[in-house]
């Protein structure tokens, strides 16, 4: 009996198992869906993996009671609207708190969608030692799922099973609320930003939502509304000065560009943030310290997005930095405020609704994200041979070694 075959011979005997007594103990899962991310993608990946997630979990209220006394149990829901992700998160925490659990039995919310999703989801659960998030990627850039380093969706549903929850920092940005001067808390997963390519989201937003229809998106070929929209906005940005204060003193700088991430890539995938990890201790700033024109600013992105595409990150990234005059800055408080009498608005993980003055820190252990397991642990043997029955080469092997 070949080694392969043993290997899978250990998978059916835990394979019911895992989700009880393996390596998350996780007793429950929220499976939180958004039908509408990327386009109804999110509804096609649901579709797409219910019928795995019925083999690895328990659906609430199934007759089955032999499943239902082995397996962790789940439901789902599908979000409506804006912010509905997170109502529904923390009405699943609330509705956890209720049973009586184990000290180690954890609970498991899985957010279907985009980064947008993950951020909805998050909110309100920071610090909750018997959460563990799940991500399954359905949205259009998936840093997230990048940083954790997640494949197709199947691959992360087999991550929520057979996985790891990691440690994984967030921004708390204190700001004004956008058309208010009330103050608003809200934990960044993946990213915020300052400046021009905010503002170029802005405009975007306004048009789609009708508050301030654009004529040049609207007269513009879809194929070449989006750069349109960067020259029109490069040409009208102004370039504010805004004040910085850090762990190591104050000061300003002219805003072209203001970014963080909790991981390398941000907007969809360009590698800015070199070794940055959610794991580190410190967050990372990219910002532009020389007053330049926008344009250039704008070149400088475009040739970013270009040098990302062909695979060359780190060393060219890095000398394109210092050619143009971007600088790096580890923090754990940052403080902005806009010099002049206009706020400006704030990004965080693809939706704009701060505005300066603004406080951020970042916290190293906000949560605790599900990752895939790493070579030498079980769970990566397990995970391997389960994924079999995707790849029909695989399947073949196995099939002709049996």
């Given at each position: 009996m070949s080694s392969r075959v043993f290997y899978l011979y250990v998978l059916l005997l835990f394979v019911f198992l895992i989700p009880v007594y393996g390596f998350a103990t996780i007793r429950h899962a929220c499976f939180i869906v958004n039908p509408a991310s990327n386009n109804g993608k999110g509804w096609r990946?649901?579709?797409r993996i219910e019928e795995a997630v019925d083999q690895?979990?328990?659906?609430?209220?199934s007759q089955d009671q032999?499943?239902?006394?082995?397996q962790a149990t789940y439901n789902v829901f599908f979000t409506e609207h804006a912010g509905h992700a997170t109502e529904l998160a923390m009405q699943a925490y609330l509705d956890w708190q209720q049973v009586q659990h184990d000290q180690e039995d954890q609970l498991l919310i899985v957010a279907v969608g985009g980064d947008g999703t993950i951020h909805e989801v998050v909110q309100g659960l920071e610090g909750k030692p018997q959460v563990v998030i799940g991500v399954i990627p359905a949205g259009k850039g998936n840093d997230i799922a990048n940083t954790l380093?997640?494949?197709k969706p199947m691959h992360a549903l087999r991550t929520l099973v057979y996985g790891t929850p990691m440690r994984f920092g967030a921004y708390k940005i204190e700001g004004c609320e956008g058309g208010s001067c009330e103050k608003k808390t809200v934990l960044a997963v993946s990213e915020f930003d300052l400046g021009m390519a905010t503002q170029m989201k802005k405009k975007k937003d306004d048009h789609n939502s009708g508050k301030r229809p654009s004529r040049l998106l609207r007269y513009s070929p879809r194929s070449m509304a989006s750069a349109m929209l960067a020259i029109s906005s490069a040409m009208r940005w102004n370039t504010p000065i805004v004040r910085c204060t850090t762990d190591n003193g104050r000061f300003n700088i002219p805003l072209n560009f203001l970014a963080a991430s909790t991981g390398p890539t941000f907007g969809g995938g360009i590698a800015l943030f070199n070794y940055m990890l959610p794991i580190c201790t410190r967050g990372k700033l990219l910002y532009s310290h020389q007053r330049t024109h926008p344009i250039w600013t704008l070149i400088q992105m475009t040739m970013e997005r270009l040098l990302n595409w062909s695979g060359l990150t780190r060393t060219n990234m890095q000398k394109l930095r210092n050619w143009s005059?971007?600088?790096?800055?580890?923090?754990t408080q940052l403080g902005i405020q806009h010099q002049d009498e206009t706020p400006l608005s704030i990004q965080v993980d693809g939706d704009?609704?701060?505005q300066t003055p603004a406080?951020?820190?970042?916290?190293s252990s906000a949560f605790r994200f599900m990752r895939p397991p790493e070579y030498g642990e079980l769970g990566y043997a397990l995970m391997d041979l389960d994924g079999a029955g995707d790849d029909p080469d695989s399947f073949y092997i196995l099939s002709a070694e049996m």
């Amino acid at each position: 009996m070949s080694s392969r075959v043993f290997y899978l011979y250990v998978l059916l005997l835990f394979v019911f198992l895992i989700p009880v007594y393996g390596f998350a103990t996780i007793r429950h899962a929220c499976f939180i869906v958004n039908p509408a991310s990327n386009n109804g993608k999110g509804w096609r990946v649901w579709d797409r993996i219910e019928e795995a997630v019925d083999q690895h979990y328990t659906a609430v209220g199934s007759q089955d009671q032999a499943a239902a006394a082995v397996q962790a149990t789940y439901n789902v829901f599908f979000t409506e609207h804006a912010g509905h992700a997170t109502e529904l998160a923390m009405q699943a925490y609330l509705d956890w708190q209720q049973v009586q659990h184990d000290q180690e039995d954890q609970l498991l919310i899985v957010a279907v969608g985009g980064d947008g999703t993950i951020h909805e989801v998050v909110q309100g659960l920071e610090g909750k030692p018997q959460v563990v998030i799940g991500v399954i990627p359905a949205g259009k850039g998936n840093d997230i799922a990048n940083t954790l380093r997640l494949g197709k969706p199947m691959h992360a549903l087999r991550t929520l099973v057979y996985g790891t929850p990691m440690r994984f920092g967030a921004y708390k940005i204190e700001g004004c609320e956008g058309g208010s001067c009330e103050k608003k808390t809200v934990l960044a997963v993946s990213e915020f930003d300052l400046g021009m390519a905010t503002q170029m989201k802005k405009k975007k937003d306004d048009h789609n939502s009708g508050k301030r229809p654009s004529r040049l998106l609207r007269y513009s070929p879809r194929s070449m509304a989006s750069a349109m929209l960067a020259i029109s906005s490069a040409m009208r940005w102004n370039t504010p000065i805004v004040r910085c204060t850090t762990d190591n003193g104050r000061f300003n700088i002219p805003l072209n560009f203001l970014a963080a991430s909790t991981g390398p890539t941000f907007g969809g995938g360009i590698a800015l943030f070199n070794y940055m990890l959610p794991i580190c201790t410190r967050g990372k700033l990219l910002y532009s310290h020389q007053r330049t024109h926008p344009i250039w600013t704008l070149i400088q992105m475009t040739m970013e997005r270009l040098l990302n595409w062909s695979g060359l990150t780190r060393t060219n990234m890095q000398k394109l930095r210092n050619w143009s005059g971007q600088r790096e800055l580890v923090f754990t408080q940052l403080g902005i405020q806009h010099q002049d009498e206009t706020p400006l608005s704030i990004q965080v993980d693809g939706d704009i609704s701060l505005q300066t003055p603004a406080q951020i820190t970042w916290l190293s252990s906000a949560f605790r994200f599900m990752r895939p397991p790493e070579y030498g642990e079980l769970g990566y043997a397990l995970m391997d041979l389960d994924g079999a029955g995707d790849d029909p080469d695989s399947f073949y092997i196995l099939s002709a070694e049996m």
